[in-house]
């Protein structure tokens, strides 16, 4: 049986101060939340610190993004490396996020190197893969996310990507209010399912967590987490309000 996960991912929102408001609230819900959830949030770099020593238990931070390089220190202005983030309690790295993809030019070779700093310094990744609208429209859907998949995680063992967290997201679904319908993220998450059993056998493919993420909101949550190869969702807009991202970690419950 795989434990659920709903991550929210607050991007590029929220100044210190609305941040530390919205955790609170948060850390304050975390009591009612349902045990068999578990719950991460990913804030701006910045505040990754202070979350991840204030928060409850049930609350796990994560980054947005990772360095790619193989180095963990060094002279790379800007970067965060995985042995950075994991010396500030940080769990889990989101990588490959479509919006790193479409504004910073991230490759699925880019991203895998991503996925192997997470592996090396034990963060949990969170790789995100989805079309976008034309090769949905075309019905190229399926082949794209294979690829995606196929080059990301090459080279990569079943052992290697234990705690993988795979986060299926169509880009015509993010924060334009439009939801994959749950069985339009049921076929997809299947698909990816059955490509993991190939490529890194059952038990694998049993265990693994596929996330749902797209305008995924309390008033559809509960239908989209209902399906079999759904285990949770990474939320964008309805993470960055406290009642509606709790109402999210409660769907189905
Ligand atoms: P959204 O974003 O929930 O605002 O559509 C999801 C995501 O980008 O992870």
């Known amino acids: ?143 794209v996310v294979r690829k995606q998949l196929d080059t990301a995680l090459s080279g990569f063992t079943a052992e290697e990507l234990a705690t993988l967290v795979v986060a299926y997201e169509p880009v015509w679904a993010i924060g334009t209010g439009k939801t994959a319908s749950p069985e339009q993220a049921q076929e997809m998450h299947a698909e990816i399912r059955s490509f993991l059993k190939a490529r890194f056998g059952d038990e694998f493919a049993e265990k693994v967590r596929i996330l749902y993420g797209g305008s995924c909101k309390p008033s559809n949550a509960e239908e989209i987490f209902s399906q079999p190869d759904v285990d949770g969702g990474l939320i964008g807009g309805a993470s960055l309000n406290a009642d509606d991202f709790s109402a999210v970690i409660k769907a189905g419950f």
């Open 1 to 143: 049986m795989r434990k659920r996960l709903v991550a929210g991912n607050w991007k590029m929102n929220k100044t210190y101060r609305e941040a530390m408001a919205l955790f609170d609230k948060l850390n304050d819900a975390a009591s009612s939340m349902p045990a068999e959830v578990d719950v991460m949030i990913a804030p701006p770099a910045l505040y990754l610190t202070r979350f991840a020593k204030n928060s409850t238990k049930k609350i796990e931070v994560g980054a947005q993004d990772v360095s790619h390089r193989e180095e963990e220190e060094g002279a790379f202005t800007g970067d965060v490396s995985a042995k950075i983030l994991k010396s500030a309690g940080v769990r889990y790295a989101i990588v490959g996020h479509s919006e790193r993809r479409q504004y910073h030019g991230e490759s699925d070779e880019i991203i895998g190197k991503k996925i192997r700093a997470c592996v090396r310094a034990e963060l949990i990744p969170v790789y995100c893969c989805g079309e976008v609208l034309e090769e949905r429209e075309s019905g190229a859907h399926f082949d």
